[in-house]
């Protein structure tokens, strides 16, 4: 079974802050990507990387920066964050071929106050 | 970039009625359209799929229609039960790597 998992489910970070979220997942997936989630705007990709240290930006990519040093872990970077961000990030990966199923994480939860 | 259109935004039904959730895309060189079902406080979930060589799919009470000319697809589900309330997502994707989301449609099934 396909295991995308997020380390941290719930964050609180002060504006400014920098702030990273973690992804790992287990079935050897090539690609991996970071959606946003927000109330009546549906999932939003941010970025996504199809190989490790590649990456590709996606519709809302600013103020958010990526990582992917190695191929299972996919981190997501907010360089100095800010109210606007409070939002649900939601991990997923799959395999590299089009039309593969795309498996999410659980979701992190951030505020930033 | 592609963009997904997805009706209605939320949706009551009547527990044993049937459900219709309608997406148009704007890409024509989309290919891959796949539904993805969201409960409360969990992670969306792959619950059917189609590809663009095929016009409709069944998968137990669901099932999913394509029609590229109009380049719409819609989700049917049949006989709904109270556990098919979340929200559900369509999606459509070309050659890219990265799925387009429509905005979700938040379905209610009531007893």
């Known amino acids: 079974d396909v295991k995308v998992t997020q380390s941290s489910r719930y964050l609180v970070k002060r504006t400014g802050e920098k702030v990273f979220l973690e992804c790992v997942q287990d079935m050897d997936h090539e690609n991996m990507f970071w959606y946003r989630q927000d109330p009546g705007l549906g999932l939003r990709l941010i970025y996504f990387?199809?190989?490790?240290?590649?990456?590709e930006k996606g519709d809302i990519p600013e103020g958010y920066s990526v990582s992917r040093e190695k191929k299972e872990r996919f981190s997501l970077i907010l360089e100095s964050a800010s109210t606007n961000q409070t939002s649900m990030y939601l991990c997923a990966s799959s395999l590299e071929a089009l039309g593969n199923t795309i498996y999410f994480g659980e979701g992190s939860w951030l505020t930033v106050v | 970039g592609e963009n997904v259109e997805q009706h209605p935004s939320t949706l009551s039904v009547q527990e044993g009625d049937s459900a219709v959730i309608k997406c148009t895309y704007s890409d024509s060189a989309s290919n891959y359209f796949p539904w993805y079902k969201q409960e409360l406080g969990k992670r969306p979930q792959l619950i059917i799929d189609i590809r663009s060589n095929v016009g409709e799919k069944k998968d137990q009470r669901i099932a999913v229609t394509l029609n590229k000319t109009a380049k719409h697809f819609s989700l049917h589900i049949t006989e709904t039960q109270p556990e098919d309330s979340a929200v559900y997502f369509c999606a459509a994707a070309n050659s890219g790597y990265a799925l387009n989301f429509g905005k979700g449609t938040s379905l209610l099934v009531t007893p």
């Open positions: 990387s199809y190989d490790v240290k590649m990456k």
